[in-house]
T-cell receptor, first 116, second 110 residues
Framework: NAGVTQTPKFQVLKTGQSMTLQCAQD?????MSWYRQDPGMGLRLIHY???????DQGEVPNGYNVSRSTTEDFPLRLLSAAPSQTSVYFC???????????????FGEGSRLTVL | DAKTTQPTSMDCAEGRAANLPCNHS???????VYWYRQIHSQGPQYIIH???NNETNEMASLIITEDRKSSTLILPHATLRDTAVYYC???????????FGTGTRLKVLA
């Protein structure tokens, strides 16, 4: 049981390049989300999904796109990377849509992105 | 969504109880209190959650005040491995937005 798997773990981009951070979970979780964490800061919600075909914006969605075509995968796309997107990105999933009922989040190990 | 306020940092002696407070004075009736911790730069780890009643599991205890405006996470016998950033969040059933603040940096001292 792999849990939440993020790839790549490290990535260096040049300004203007595009890339996709991959997130996959094998726990049949309905809810998936992406967070970013800047140095010394807490986690900020980028986008989330409550099921295949359903996504919504979090606190800081600008510059990022997501889609959810399957239950297992929730990729995060940077269309034109900027230095301000240098951060550590965490993917998280939860079995239930309902807070309080199997609603605890399971996190991946993070993807460290540097934009030059 | 209710916001939370936590102290920036705390120290605790090894073997003693660590009591981490969280203020959520605007919490509404259907919002749960969740606690997570983040060790070094790893992904956060779920600890415990509750709605109204106090809760206990193998990791910690959660004490929620009767008016639900604040809560305390208790690590009964802190070890050096409990050194981490602890996040208190409130989650509303049905809104799916789990908003993390900056958390409390707990340092367990030998």
């Amino acid at each position: 049981n792999a849990g939440v798997t993020q790839t790549p773990k490290f990535q260096v981009l040049k300004t203007g390049q595009s890339m996709t951070l991959q997130c996959a979970q094998d726990m049949n979780h309905e809810y998936m989300s992406w967070y970013r964490q800047d140095p010394g800061m807490g986690l900020r919600l980028i986008h989330y999904s409550v099921g295949a075909g359903i996504t919504d914006q979090g606190e800081v969605p600008n510059g990022y796109n997501v889609s959810r075509s399957t239950t297992e995968d929730f990729p995060l796309r940077l269309l034109s990377a900027a230095p301000s997107q240098t951060s550590v990105y965490f993917c998280a999933s939860s079995y239930s849509r309902l807070a309080g009922v199997n609603g605890e989040l399971f996190f991946g190990e993070g993807s460290r992105l540097t934009v030059l | 969504d209710a916001k939370t306020t936590q102290p920036t940092s705390m120290d605790c002696a090894e073997g003693r109880a660590a009591n981490l407070p969280c203020n959520h004075s605007t919490i509404s009736g259907n919002e749960y209190v969740y606690w997570y911790r983040q060790i070094h730069s790893q992904g956060p780890q779920y600890i415990i959650h509750g709605l109204k009643n106090n809760e206990t599991n193998e990791m910690a205890s959660l004490i929620i005040t009767e008016d639900r405006k604040s809560s305390t996470l208790i690590l009964p016998h802190a070890t050096l491995r409990d050194t981490a950033v602890y996040y208190c969040i409130v989650a509303t059933s049905g809104t799916y937005k789990y908003i993390f603040g900056t958390g409390t940096r707990l340092k367990v001292l030998a």
